[in-house]
């Protein structure tokens, strides 16, 4: 299904960015917010770290539904954990980079949609 190959690359790229904001920020982070002076990676460390590990949440949340067997749980965690991913995406456009929508809220909503037709 081609949800389900979306559910994974969303989960994949959430485990990337709790890698990145874990234990690369002071590297991978200042190529990626090019916008933040460099000379806030290192103070901010502690804070990525925190974010890091809510992406990991939300990457463990969707790698679960590949275990649920019942269709009707399996949707519902899905459509909870992609409405979790697609919130966040929004809030961080708004709030951080615009170009968040598009990494993270737009293949969770496209996620969503998918399941919705199906």
């Not at 949800?3 to 990337?16: E, K, N, T, V």
């Not at 590990?53 to 649920?68: K, P, R, V």
Request: hydrophobic share 60%; with cysteine.
């Amino acid at each position: 299904m081609a949800q389900d190959i979306l559910i994974g690359i969303i989960a994949i790229l959430h485990l990337y960015f709790l890698w990145f904001e874990m234990f690369a920020w002071t590297t991978i982070g200042k190529k990626i917010f090019k916008n933040l002076p460099a000379e806030l990676f290192e103070p901010t460390k502690p804070l990525a770290a925190n974010q890091g590990l809510y992406n990991g949440f939300l990457a463990a949340g969707l790698i679960w539904t590949f275990f649920i067997e019942d269709p009707i749980w399996k949707i519902n965690i899905s459509l909870f954990f992609l409405g979790c991913v697609a919130v966040a995406g929004i809030y961080g456009a708004l709030s951080a980079e615009r170009k968040i929508f598009f990494v993270q809220a737009l293949p969770a909503l496209i996620a969503l949609l998918l399941i919705f037709i199906g």
